[in-house]
């Protein structure tokens, strides 16, 4: 299967309380609005979280101010101009079926009702359970649908248990049945993950009796974890792609997207990247994206391999914003130049990060800080890199971190031995790799040191050996800067290389003893190493957790250090020499023979209230840069516009200018 790169997604949850649903929908003219746009995927709507299907259903119930088939009329429309038409519907949320069903309404484990408010007397989405026959009556719904539509897919909204697992009547009995203790967290966080699986499954198999070939997607569900077992792999046969739902104006924010698409391409399934239309998220009405924030959001997923999905919501009388779409024509006849270098395309990484988010408790668009951090450090220094699971591949790449506070387990600690015999190199920090039950880590003896126990100071100052401290950046700021989150002490093992040692404070600050108005000034250099070298020279360990500080203080020390460890470990990075700011973003990836370079420069702001903001496009000029490639190129183009660069060949790497980049270009490396 192979997505539409220009889709649309199109919301439609209109209260009941409006008339005249629907009444100035002209088909011809709905059509000709997404064309004009070059929109060739529109994801229509069955049936909307106030409740109300927009078809004249005998299972559900029609919204009351609607007159006509808005259903059936979007789809034919769309497909008479070539349109895909996938369907929208929804689960958890269904405000009309929970006013009408107590019995099938969410309890929280607190015993409260569940959904995005407190009392019923808020405004806002109140939470179903889908172990319930609420459940079947979906299914039923989209069975009906697929009875009377020629339906090309389906997007199903809400497929999780938000805000926790649920203990209704239901519920409970089957816990009963099933010997499952509700007052056991874990077993109730496995039986709701079970409910939700079991859903996916039962209704895939409904989609899929009718019309096997259509696309299937459940939101609000994909969740990067070190676990795969509570991850999404287990539940990859029932989706035919994923759609990365990320509207950085919302509470995703711009690290949530790139985050998670360096995760999920690891899944070998095609991926969609969802933003949103409006300034700040669903159903800001009034609120249109900038054009440079739209830009940069559907060319990063290009950059990704991703396809580009904008999201918008239908005003109640039925007719599309033409500003709206003007403004989405506008960034997708760009993408549309640009698709013909992004289709069929593969990432390159050289770097695998062993995922530090762990644990079915994570919310929706929350990034931890450890790997929110090496996001950062990473694509600053322009390396090439995923996030990765404990079932993933390792051979792959050149260098794996484990940044912080990674697991391992006695099997994925076997396989990083393994990784390590065959070449591979490990960077580690913080508390990554600690076995709980020895005391010690389970690598010890490949990473060169014995866990101590907590350091004795925070904050405490990092200390640089020479290796180190002539790193570039780094030797212009000779000063011993501090560490601010809590580390840990070791000791290094006969032949391992110390690298930095901890510089502590006269004492740590407390109510008894303090100095000044954060922590203490540093007293002497002692014995305890920070960052250890192994003997082999493959493995390095820093005790302190700096991605995380870097997530949290953004100290340009702390990404300068390990910008030199991993310099140390992959002395050949994808990206060489470059004279770019850490706030382009390059991503390489192989399109056939062909090398193709994504080079994006966009700088979010924050501006608002919990809100980054993009405005303008800064431009670069006269941008150097060197791309590895173990074949002698035939060419080097800028494209879309195929043109022809000047290019060298040496010591393994293609080096060129580029004159100008104004927020996104791409470089074709042809390699025949």
Excluded at 7 to 29: C, N, R, W, Y
Excluded at 408 to 428: F, N, P, Q
Aim: net charge negative.
């Amino acid at each position: 299967m192979s997505l539409r790169y220009r889709q649309v997604h199109l919301d439609f949850h209109t209260s009941p309380h409006i008339p005249d649903v629907g009444a100035d929908f002209v088909p011809a003219e709905f059509a000709a609005t997404l064309a004009a746009a070059h929109v060739n995927s529109v994801t229509v709507f069955a049936k909307c979280h106030h409740g109300y299907s927009y078809y004249p259903t005998r299972i559900g119930v029609p919204h009351p101010g609607l007159k006509r088939d808005l259903l059936g009329e979007m789809i034919a429309a769309a497909h008479d101009a070539g349109i895909r038409a996938p369907v929208y519907t929804t689960l958890a949320w269904d405000e009309l079926a929970w006013a009408e069903h107590p019995d099938w309404r969410q309890i929280t484990p607190d015993g409260r009702l569940a959904g995005k408010v407190n009392t019923p007397l808020e405004p806002g989405w109140k939470n179903l359970c889908m172990n319930t026959a609420y459940g079947d009556y979906v299914i039923a719904q989209i069975e009906e649908v697929m009875d009377c539509y020629p339906v090309d897919g389906w997007f199903i909204d809400i497929v999780s248990y938000l805000g926790g697992p649920c203990i209704c009547m239901t519920c409970l009995a089957q816990m009963q049945s099933e010997g499952v203790d509700p007052k056991d967290p874990e077993q109730l966080a496995a039986f709701a993950l079970a409910a939700e699986r079991r859903f996916i499954s039962r209704c895939t198999a409904a989609i899929r009796a009718k019309k096997p070939e259509a696309t299937v997607f459940y939101n609000a569900r994909l969740r990067a974890d070190w676990d795969p077992a509570i991850g999404n792999r287990p539940e990859m046969d029932d989706f035919s792609h994923l759609e990365i739902e990320s509207l950085p104006g919302g509470f995703w924010g711009y690290d949530h997207f790139p985050l998670s698409v360096r995760f999920f391409q690891t899944f070998g399934k095609d991926l969609l990247s969802m933003t949103g239309r409006f300034h700040t998220w669903w159903g800001d009405f009034g609120g249109l994206r900038n054009h440079a924030a739209l830009s940069l959001e559907c060319f990063q997923a290009l950059a990704h391999g991703a396809a580009n999905s904008v999201g918008d919501q239908l005003p109640p009388r039925g007719r599309l914003d033409p500003t709206v779409y003007a403004r989405i024509g506008e960034v997708y006849a760009e993408v549309a130049r640009r698709e013909p270098w992004c289709e069929d395309s593969v990432a390159l990484p050289e770097i695998g990060v062993l995922l530090a988010n762990r644990g079915l408790n994570t919310h929706e668009g929350e990034v931890n800080e450890s790997d929110r951090g090496a996001l950062h450090i990473l694509e600053q220094g322009k390396y090439q890199f995923q996030y990765l699971d404990a079932s993933c591949d390792l051979s792959p790449y050149s260098l794996l971190i484990l940044p912080d506070e990674a697991h391992l387990d006695e099997g994925l600690a076997a396989r990083v031995r393994s990784y390590l015999a065959g070449g591979g190199r490990l960077l580690l920090t913080g508390a990554s790799g600690l076995d709980a039950a020895t005391g010690d880590f389970h690598l010890a003896e490949e990473m060169g040191v014995r866990y101590l126990g907590p350091a004795p100071y925070t904050p405490d100052y990092l200390v640089l050996g020479p290796e180190l401290s002539a790193a570039p950046g780094l030797a212009s700021e000779p000063m011993n800067q501090v560490c601010e989150e809590p580390g840990v002490q070791v000791a290094a093992l006969a032949g391992a290389h110390i690298l930095a040692r901890s510089g502590q404070p006269y004492f740590n600050r407390t109510w008894e003893h303090f100095c000044s108005h954060q922590y203490t000034p540093m007293a002497a250099v002692s014995d305890d190493p920070v960052i250890v070298e192994n003997a082999q020279g493959n493995v390095i360990y820093c005790a302190r957790p700096l991605f995380r500080e870097y997530a949290l203080s953004a100290r340009l020390v702390h990404k300068q250090v390990l910008d030199a460890i991993i310099r140390r470990l992959l002395p050949r990075p994808r990206l060489g020499a470059h004279n770019l700011p850490s706030t382009a973003v390059v991503t390489v990836r192989a399109q056939r023979a062909d090398l193709i370079v994504h080079l994006l420069h966009y700088v979010p702001q924050r501006r608002g209230k919990n809100l980054d903001v993009v405005e303008d496009v800064l431009p670069l000029h006269d941008v150097t840069l060197a791309v590895r490639s173990n074949r002698l190129p035939s060419a080097v183009n800028l494209v879309p516009q195929c043109r022809a660069l000047e290019w060298t060949y040496a010591d393994g790497y293609v080096r060129f200018t580029l004159q100008r980049i104004d927020g996104y270009q791409i470089v074709q490396i042809v390699r025949d």
